[in-house]
């Protein structure tokens, strides 16, 4: 339920380690020292903790190629919580130490094991695990607010405000809450005087004009490989974002996603903890079982009552029968150069209006490109400053036949050699794709306008809006080995 | 100002002990001067947040002991109701900080008097409901005081049981977003409560309808009968969710608990308005109420149940696994449990969750709470049942993973695999191969470190699982030694994966084969291009591959020959290149099929021993040679015994013959092995020997005489700079007899200083330390440039009868302010009246004020104690230091006692008792001794020493 410490480290290029906040928490180690019994191992000085933590991800020694202690292969990371060995006693371990990373931060907390120590309690018994979790996740979105990018000032200003962050959400080890993203956009702090309470996770009450807007953004991912001996393969997932300015202390509102006809059926559903109430029906498929056994089509209702932050409603996965852009790519070694094509076909289905469509072709373990002489039937193609990376801009449009090609030879012969890839050696190269199409989903899934309800006493204004996006859409070269990305290819 | 602050807190939070020692402070001091500044009106409120946080973190540093805890508390208290009411941040942190300090010094749990008044005020707050304008950002004061008083309860159950009823109202009442730690607070309690009337054997129905009802005297019956400092205690502060109901107390109510029920609804009710985390508490705190209540199915979650499926957030969607493993079938049908399972696939997976989230879900998977466990008992990592192949196939490892899902994902498929029967022929077992290639060839391709590691443990945990199969294995180490003969570098990595399969799997020949695989590779070597770094690890690996009985050695040695014939010519030939060839020529003199490499080994040693081009190595080569050539097979092998068979922790002794090989031998005889558990520990011996005082010279000479004769002995700079402190040797209790430690030889004590006050110490030998045989005595002399309190941290090197050298920490050596006291050193033919002269005469000096005594100070220290008390006291503390003076002890009007602190320091005491109280005079020509004094006699007067 609770956790004992709290620890944030940032890692620099140079690999240097530096603890930039700790925390503990007295009284819940007070607790930890009761349940402990003899088998107690107290939190020892942060060097030591820092010391153990990196070991333990990989991290210390980094100019050393083998380490006992961090390589040996029968030591196997497996689960989210770590293990530190604070001496070669077998009791003195600190269990289980959570991380999560993300760019130059390392947020790791302990949480209390509230349960015998002996023999281990699995983590799915100890809630303490999911609140440490969901805690440490909250607080990287806080301190990494600026959107992932290093940004040292803005960091170390959020770092400066984590006291006082902390006494709100985790006063005393119990986390209450995750800290607030950014300050809502209207937010009068009044009480209401109604007997309805307000929920805990909404900072005030809105005042003014009502408006809804509910966001419907899908993304594709995909691995074509050209080869009759592996399946191309492609995924789409979905996430519906709401941002909802509506007055009352509980204003219902129900979104209502619908299918086409044609439309695949959304698999793997999962909904914001303020929906109300969640239709079996809505949870049954699921992408894992194979079986297409459900028939469900919708509609998929989500009532709920609004937070007043933009909020991410649900989310979900489906399998759409065709990828949108079917691609092919072929290598070939011919005396000193590389001859390369590529045909790009836009599938019938999809609307021919895109915000930007890009492809990339990188080049690794080579010299730098020296000579270019490659022709596309459409676009334009660059080649990057780097002189390793041909960027073929398709535009807005592809041509009126839909597809589309490129073709010619490269040379490498450049002064410096190019980036390196250990998986791409030898023939192994890719397209990857970039691409966002407005007004279109995959599933066909969409929020119509009028099926928006709000109860409340305004009438609310209603805006909604869906568009696709591609995310690690890769085309790989037929005539070299690619690397296998799915179990769908054992069935 | 509060930069300084804030430098000073942040360093004490980061480890007090090595802030007290590098600022040369006390704890005691530290604490003045936080509640000093804490006091000052002129200090600026965030910094008075900033001097809270020691004792919000550190609570136990500067609160020692129950009153020091307990007069802190009441001064925290004090600085709470003098701050304007208006500066929320300050006033909560000074509420965290009260509890931090009441709850770790154990003040809560002894319900001691500070605690109950700061129970009242904390009880008034929350009722205090005058607090509306509170802006809602900040977060108040009554919100902070519920998780003030749902921590005192959490760290003492029962507390708060007699307040029940009016929690639940005031949680009821309360319509703002403070509801939420109201309810929190009250669901703790309310399960709380319920646990002590389920472990009291004799309640029933009628003792939770009064408890639920408020019936204060029930309510307090329930509190007062739990006795608080039993076992029971703690273990109402762990989980009750853990298994199959098992060890759950429950409350037999019969089916009618409406009250209990309507308040559980209520409570379930209203959870849709608690953020996630404090959701997820209270689910928990209700199932474990329904849980101790057979009265209340469980089917009352069953309307929350979709809700917490379909979920985003992990917290809440770990409660239905809890409720899983609380009800089992009773809330879960057959249907609903593979449901939950294919949701936790679909989750280990899912591209929206964080990487963390998915491999706690995957955990999940692996001790998934089954209805009907098959083989419950062991915790370890078991398939559910209902998790098939088909579904395994989402969790396929793939190289886009990170290196811990992927690990992860290729121990779950190993198992479903292994508890799946394939073989071979199997499609999943053969996409797992083909992962494990695909791996191989990144690292083979120059992947980083990362990739190399995580390859060589996802290569274990296949191996682990199917290294039987014959097919694979054969392959693997064909592609193994491709990739050895690319990347020399990889030696150690190789040799680990040998090592570690070897002792996994004992019964296997993969490591025989691996090695002569790499034996092969080796030898077929051309040694024309070969950089040394090449030819380092090819020995390095070739001496592993002679350690095996079952490979022939003739290809290792006719490599070996031709080594030594080129190096010999070639710069190569360095120290460390002959050693490496050593290190093989070892193990095969070792190796069982010498026979029929005599001549050959032979032959190299010899040459070696002739031509090698540095002189160490050719020594060696002429002592194996003659080894060789002079002693049987037997002889030779009893030799060189590597000593590697270990039997646990018992180790073969260790001949010293394999100092130049460099091998694992030479490695654990010339490391330095670190002890597992304390193995030793000083014990302090309070003998204090007996003084026999000359008979006084008649003419006492006045006392300034006296003083200067004291003080001239001081001239020389050792005189009298020493404390001696006495203590034992012994094993320590963690190290049973019949280990390998019983015996201990050529020990060597070193004590190390954890803050400047003493001059370095040296080094301590005890020639032995055996069980049998009484334990040595070590005087340790310590040099104090100031006689402070200090800790000492001990470790000992030690040899044991097996010839290992062990390293071993014994616990750290607390000098007490105490231990530093000596007899004042005066000429050894004073008697009583000189000495009295000199107390006397230094009594007058420090109190006299004269101008040389700029270090000198007078204190007064009161206490109330008996006759008899004070007479223990002084015999017990004091003895060695009371001067005996012409009234001979009888009359009980005044005692003076006189101090030394070496090097320089002089304490007097006049201990007198007056009335009902007893007041020591006290007078230090150092200063900066009143804090350690003040401690030490509180000490010795409070009743928790005496």
């Not at chain 1, 509230?114 to 301190?143: C, E, H, I, Y």
């Not at chain 2, 020389?716 to 034992?728: H, K």
Request: glycine share 6%; net charge negative.
């Amino acid at each position: 339920m609770s956790i004992r410490a709290l620890w944030i480290i940032s890692l620099d290029k140079a690999e240097n380690v530096s603890l930039r906040f700790s925390k503990r928490f007295s009284t819940v180690e007070h607790r930890a020292k009761l349940l402990g019994g003899k088998a107690y191992a107290p939190v020892p000085d942060e060097d030591v903790v820092l010391q153990l933590l990196m070991t333990e991800l990989g991290l210390s020694d980094p100019e050393k190629s083998y380490v006992p202690l961090r390589d040996n292969c029968s030591h196997c990371p497996r689960s989210p919580a770590l293990e530190l060995h604070l001496s070669p006693r077998e009791r003195d371990t600190l269990w289980p130490v959570l991380t999560v990373s993300q760019g130059p931060l390392i947020l790791s907390c302990l949480p209390l094991v509230d349960a015998p120590t002996k023999p281990r309690p699995p983590l799915s018994s100890l809630l303490s695990v999911s609140k440490g979790l969901t805690l440490l996740s909250g607080l990287q979105a806080f301190l990494l607010s600026s959107g992932g990018k290093t940004d040292p000032e803005g960091l170390a200003s959020r770092l400066a405000l984590l006291p006082s962050v902390l006494l709100q959400i985790c006063p005393l080890g119990t986390p209450l809450d995750v800290p607030i993203l950014g300050s809502p956009a209207t937010s009068a702090a009044v009480t209401p005087a109604g007997n309805q309470k307000q929920p805990a996770w909404k900072t005030g009450l809105h005042r003014g004009r009502a408006a809804v807007t509910v966001a419907l953004t899908e993304v594709v991912r995909s691995m074509q490989y050209g080869n009759p001996y592996k399946q191309d393969l492609w995924d789409v997932y979905g996430t519906v974002t709401c941002k909802c300015e509506v007055e009352g202390v509980l204003p219902n509102v129900t979104v209502t996603l619908t299918l086409p006809p044609n439309g695949s059926p959304l698999q793997d559903i999962l909904v914001h903890p303020c929906v109300t109430s969640v239709d079996s029906s809505i949870l049954t498929a699921t992408s894992v079982d194979g079986s297409d056994s459900s028939a469900f089509w919708g509609p998929y209702k989500f009532p709920f009552s609004p937070p007043l932050e933009p909020f991410r409603l649900c989310s979900y996965t489906s399998q759409v029968p065709v990828p949108p852009i079917l691609g092919s790519y072929q290598l070939k070694n011919e005396d000193d150069c590389l001859h390369i094509s590529a045909t790009l076909k836009l599938h019938e289905s999809v609307k021919n209006s895109f915000e930007y469509c890009e492809a990339h072709l990188p080049f690794f373990n080579r010299d730098q490109m020296s000579a270019v002489d490659v022709r596309v039937s459409y676009g334009q193609l660059d080649v990057n400053r780097e002189k390793n990376l041909l960027v073929w801009i398709i535009g807005q449009k592809f041509s009126k036949s839909r597809e589309i090609s490129l073709e010619g030879k490269i040379s490498f012969g450049g002064p410096v050699p190019g980036p390196r890839d250990p998986m791409c050696s030898g023939l192994t190269s890719y397209i990857k794709l970039y691409f966002k199409v407005p007004d279109l989903t995959l599933s066909g899934c969409s929020v119509d306008q009028h099926s928006v309800q709000v109860y409340s006493t305004a009438k609310a204004k209603i805006f909604t809006s869906r568009e696709l996006q591609s995310k690690e859409y890769f085309i790989w070269n037929s005539t070299g080995s690619a690397p296998v990305s799915s179990g769908q290819m054992i069935l | 100002m509060t930069e300084q602050w804030a430098e000073k807190v942040l360093l004490f939070c980061r480890s007090p002990a090595r802030f007290l020692s590098a600022s040369g402070t006390t704890a005691d001091a530290v604490h003045a001067e936080l509640l000093r500044e804490l006091r000052d009106d002129r200090a600026q409120d965030h910094v008075k947040v900033l001097l809270l946080a020691p004792y919000c973190e550190h609570p136990l540093v500067l609160c020692p002991s129950v009153s020091v805890a307990e007069d802190s508390a009441l001064e925290l208290m004090s600085v709470f109701s003098q701050c304007s009411p208006k500066v929320f941040p300050l006033r909560c942190h000074l509420l965290v900080a009260v509890t931090s300090v009441l709850v770790c010094t154990d003040c809560v749990r002894r319900r001691s008097s500070a605690v109950q008044d700061v129970l009242e005020l904390l009880l008034v707050i929350v009722q205090d409901t005058s607090e509306l304008h509170s802006d809602g950002s900040s977060r108040s004061l009554r919100a902070t005081a519920c998780d003030c008083l749902r921590e005192m309860e959490a760290c003492c159950p029962g507390l708060l049981s007699q307040h029940l009823e009016l929690l639940g109202a005031l949680r009821q009442r309360e319509s703002s977003r403070l509801h939420q730690a109201y309810t929190e607070l009250y669901s703790l309690v309310l399960r709380n409560s319920v646990l002590q009337l389920a472990q009291d054997t004799g309640s029933g129905p009628e003792q939770l309808k009064a408890l639920l009802e408020g019936d204060v005297c029930v309510a307090s019956e329930v509190t007062q009968d739990s006795d608080l400092m039993n076992g029971k205690d703690v273990s109402a502060l762990s989980s009750l969710v853990l298994g199959p109901m098992g060890a759950v107390p429950t409350l037999q109510t019969g089916p009618e608990c409406k009250e209990l029920r309507s308040i559980l609804s209520s409570l379930l009710e209203d959870s849709y308005l608690l953020t996630s985390l404090a959701q997820s508490s209270l689910l928990q705190k209700l199932i474990e109420l329904v849980a101790m209540v057979p009265g209340v199915s469980p089917s009352i979650f069953r309307a929350q149940l979709l809700r917490l499926l379909g979920t985003t957030e992990v917290s809440l969607l770990h409660t239905t696994l809890l409720m899983k493993s609380a009800f089992t079938d009773s809330l879960f049908s057959a249907e609903d449990e593979e449901f939950l399972l294919k949701r936790l696939v679909v989750l280990s997976q899912h591209p929206l969750l964080s990487t963390a989230e998915k491999l706690f879900y995957l955990d999940c998977l692996l001790h998934f709470p089954e209805n009907r466990p098959i083989g419950s008992g062991d915790r370890d990592e078991v398939l559910p049942v209902l998790f098939t192949p088909q579904l395994a196939t989402a969790l396929v490892p793939t190289v886009f993973n990170d290196r811990v899902t992927m690990l992860t994902r290729f121990n779950l498929l190993s198992m479903v695999y292994v508890e799946d029967g394939e073989d071979e022929e199997g499609k999943g077992l053969a996409y797992l191969y083909e992962h494990l290639v695909a791996l191989l060839g990144i690292v083979g391709n120059g992947g980083n470190r990362d990739t190399v590691s995580t390859f060589f443990r996802a290569s274990f945990l296949f191996l682990s699982h199917f290294g039987h199969i014959e097919n694979f294995s054969r392959h693997l180490i064909k592609r193994l030694c491709e990739l050895y003969l690319d990347h020399t570098h990889l030696a150690p990595q190789l040799i680990n994966l040998a090592n570690e399969t070897q002792s996994k799997l004992p019964d296997s020949n993969f490591t025989v084969a691996l090695l002569q695989g790499f034996q092969r590779t080796i030898t077929k070597v051309s040694l024309t291009n070969l950089k040394s770094q090449e030819l380092t690890c090819h020995l390095r690996v070739l001496s592993r591959v002679a350690e095996e009985r079952d490979i022939p050695q003739r290809p290792t040695l006719l490599f070996l020959s031709a080594v030594v014939v080129a190096s010999a010519s070639s710069p190569l030939g360095n120290w460390r290149l002959g050693n490496s060839i050593l290190a093989v020529c070892r193990c095969l003199l070792t190796h069982p099929d010498l026979d029929s490499m005599l001549v050959t080994l032979a032959d190299v040693l010899q040459h070696m021993s002739s031509s090698y081009r540095d002189t160490d190595i050719q020594d060696h080569s002429r002592l194996y040679y003659t080894l060789l050539t002079n002693l049987s097979k037997e002889k030779l092998a009893g030799v060189l015994e590597r000593g590697t068979a270990t039997e646990g922790d018992q180790v073969k002794k260790r001949s010293l013959s394999c100092i130049v090989a460099e091998s694992e031998g030479q490695a654990s005889i010339l490391t330095i092995h670190r002890t597992k558990k304390d193995v030793l520990k000083l014990v302090e011996l309070n003998a204090t020997e007996p003084r026999q005082l000359p008979e006084d010279v008649k003419d006492s000479c006045g006392s300034v005489d006296a003083i200067v004769d004291y003080r001239s002995q001081f001239d020389g700079p050792e005189f009298a700079s020493e404390v001696t402190v006495r203590y034992q040797l012994v094993h320590s209790e963690e190290n049973q007899p019949g280990s390998p430690f019983d015996r201990l030889f050529s020990i060597r004590l070193h004590l190390s200083l954890t803050d400047d006050h003493y001059e370095a110490l040296r080094d301590v030998s005890v020639p032995c330390l055996l069980r049998e045989t009484p334990p040595p005595v070590i005087s340790l002399k310590l040099r104090p440039r100031q006689p402070y309190p200090t800790t000492l941290n001990a470790s000992a090197v030690f040899t044991t009868q097996d010839g290992l050298t062990w390293y071993s920490n014994l616990p750290n050596i607390e000098v007490s302010f105490q231990q530093t006291f000596c007899p004042v050193p005066v000429p050894p033919a004073w008697g009583p009246l000189r000495r009295l002269d000199l107390f006397n005469a230094l009594w007058s000096e420090i109190c006299g004020g004269s101008e040389e005594m700029v270090e000198s100070a007078e204190s007064l220290f009161c206490c109330g104690l008996d006759r008899g008390a004070l007479e223990e006291l002084l015999q017990r503390h004091l003895k060695t230091f009371v001067l005996e003076d012409d009234g001979g002890g009888g009359d009980w009007h005044e005692v003076r006692a006189m101090v030394f602190l070496p090097p320089l320091s002089h304490l007097l005491l006049k201990v007198r008792r007056e009335e009902d109280a007893v007041t020591f005079d006290i007078a230090t020509d150092n200063w900066r001794l009143l804090p350690h004094v003040n401690s030490f006699l509180q000490d010795i007067t409070s009743s928790d020493t005496r």
